[in-house]
């Protein structure tokens, strides 16, 4: 028996309804020369019953495990996998005829090669197109490599997935993000600008938890920035303007049990894993006696007044990050600053220490905290509204994906202030933040709801 080109691999939990399309569809492959092994994680449907429909045909290996997860599954295949390129088929999706050939021609031509993902559609529960995915092009667009390919349907050079050691079982989810992060680190990556697998959306894989995949990504990127050993002085600064240059401001006003609005964003700061000093800058004298009594004794903490001309609504930010950096000069010189906002109470100090990671990780000059928009935007054109970017589009572009900046948080250099690029000239990296970090007090309606929020974990607010 000959070694196959290809391993394609099938997981498989509860999706009965769908696997036969799913195997089908690779049997249906324009290239052949392939293995197809089915890994059922202990279903409780009848995915046994139809799996077993394939036992004894000559490409297919079929597995049955008591309930394993996604990375240990994934590494059991690459353990058995022959063939020279390895895929993950999820069994609630399917491929295009060609999607094989093309992908392992491109790794054919060019051994340098480590990785290769295409583009998809998007079909409802019954196989119906509802949009298509366009990603960058990697070979003309692509210089930071913050936005993964896709966990299944990418196929990889088998040594070379080995050569990485595989995926990191301690890890639930995020299986396509952490392979990506130490895999983009040594091998080159190519994304193929055509459609060639169908991403079933559906209710069993749309309910997963934000806040879960949101942690996991942030503890996969503080490994690897502690195994490259990024470790850097981290200044963090929190500008505050105050009622006195800020009439209804909500630094001083209560939040929660026993503290004010800017007890949370300190707390978040002393917090982080990553900063070494806060440095919380304002011209107000209420806010720096409150600061002076209530953390006058945290090594951590230290207000520094600043001149009101700095603080006032047409000020530049950048020249207060100027203003504190020049003060401490003599006595603490940072790698990093990370720039706090006061109005964003909730925000978690595993961003922050992630912001500063993704600046690392992926060399940005700044990292900026965002949320996905996707309401379509309008802009008023003198003859009605266009949609920004034309996002009511079937087919959706990558580079026409928007996001929209929250949580009042920014990682960046020190040497940007110095160099005074404009926004258009920095190589600007983001984190996605969640719904509860993202929650900003910019009126009296939302200082209410933040008093809702304080009580309830992230947790809660999903459950």
């Known amino acids: 028996m000959t070694t196959p080109l290809i391993t394609v691999y099938i997981t498989n939990h509860n999706y009965g309804r769908f696997i036969v399309q799913a195997v089908e569809s690779v049997l249906n492959q324009t290239l052949q020369d392939l293995e197809i092994i089915i890994i059922d994680d202990e279903s409780t449907d009848n995915s046994r019953e139809i799996i077993?429909?394939?036992?004894?045909?000559?490409?297919?290996?079929?597995?049955?495990?008591?309930?394993?997860?996604?990375?240990?599954?994934?590494?059991?295949?690459?353990?058995?996998?022959?063939?020279?390129?390895?895929?993950?088929?999820?069994?609630?999706?399917?491929?295009?005829?060609?999607?094989?050939?093309?992908?392992?021609?491109?790794?054919e031509?060019?051994?340098?090669?480590?990785?290769?993902?295409?583009?998809?559609?998007?079909?409802?529960?019954?196989?119906?197109?509802?949009?298509?995915?366009?990603?960058?092009?990697?070979?003309?667009?692509?210089?930071?490599?913050d936005q993964p390919a896709h966990g299944a349907c990418t196929m990889i050079r088998r040594s070379y997935?080995?050569?990485?050691?595989?995926?990191?079982?301690?890890?639930?989810?995020?299986?396509?993000?952490?392979?990506?992060?130490?895999?983009?680190?040594?091998?080159?990556?190519?994304?193929?600008?055509?459609?060639?697998?169908?991403?079933?959306?559906?209710?069993?894989?749309?309910?997963?938890?934000?806040?879960?995949?949101?942690?996991?990504?942030?503890?996969?990127?503080?490994?690897?920035?502690?195994?490259?050993?990024?470790?850097?002085?981290?200044?963090?600064?929190?500008?505050?303007?105050?009622?006195?240059?800020?009439?209804?401001s909500f630094a001083l006003q209560p939040l929660g049990e026993g503290r004010l609005v800017i007890d949370w964003a300190i707390a978040s700061a002393l917090a982080s894993r990553r900063i070494d000093l806060l440095v919380v800058t304002t011209s107000d004298p209420a806010i720096q006696a409150y600061l002076q009594q209530r953390y006058g004794d945290t090594p951590r903490v230290r207000c520094m007044p600043r001149p009101p001309e700095l603080g006032r609504m047409n000020s530049r930010l950048e020249d207060t990050y100027a203003f504190i950096l020049k003060q401490l000069a003599a006595e603490f010189s940072p790698d990093i600053v990370v720039k706090m906002d006061v109005d964003y109470p909730f925000l978690e100090s595993r961003y922050l220490d992630d912001a500063v990671n993704t600046l690392l990780l992926f060399e940005a000059q700044v990292v900026v905290s965002v949320r996905p928009e996707t309401s379509v935007l309008y802009q008023h054109h003198g003859d009605g509204l266009v949609p920004v970017v034309n996002q009511d589009k079937f087919l959706r572009l990558e580079r026409e994906a928007l996001f929209k900046v929250v949580g009042g948080l920014a990682a960046f250099l020190p040497s940007v202030l110095a160099q005074g690029l404009s926004a258009r000239e920095l190589r600007r990296g983001h984190v996605v933040i969640d719904q509860r970090s993202a929650h900003g007090l910019r009126s009296r309606y939302e200082y209410q709801v933040a008093n809702m929020l304080a009580g309830m974990t992230p947790h809660e607010l999903e459950a």
């Open 109 to 145: 031509k060019d051994e340098s090669l480590g990785l290769v993902f295409p583009d998809y559609y998007l079909v409802d529960v019954h196989g119906d197109v509802i949009g298509i995915e366009r990603r960058h092009d990697f070979d003309k667009d692509v210089t930071l490599l």
């Open 161 to 248: 997935l080995l050569d990485v050691g595989g995926y990191d079982e301690s890890y639930s989810c995020q299986d396509g993000y952490e392979l990506w992060v130490k895999f983009t680190a040594r091998h080159r990556v190519k994304n193929l600008n055509l459609p060639l697998f169908y991403y079933r959306q559906h209710g069993s894989n749309l309910t997963r938890s934000e806040h879960r995949i949101l942690s996991t990504r942030t503890d996969i990127k503080h490994k690897f920035a502690e195994m490259r050993d990024c470790q850097h002085s981290v200044l963090a600064i929190l500008p505050v303007r105050g009622e006195a240059l800020q009439p209804g």
């Open 52 to 107: 077993e429909q394939y036992n004894g045909h000559p490409k297919i290996r079929i597995i049955h495990q008591q309930h394993k997860g996604l990375n240990i599954t994934n590494n059991m295949a690459l353990r058995v996998a022959v063939g020279r390129y390895i895929m993950r088929l999820d069994a609630d999706d399917y491929l295009d005829p060609h999607a094989l050939e093309l992908m392992s021609g491109l790794l």
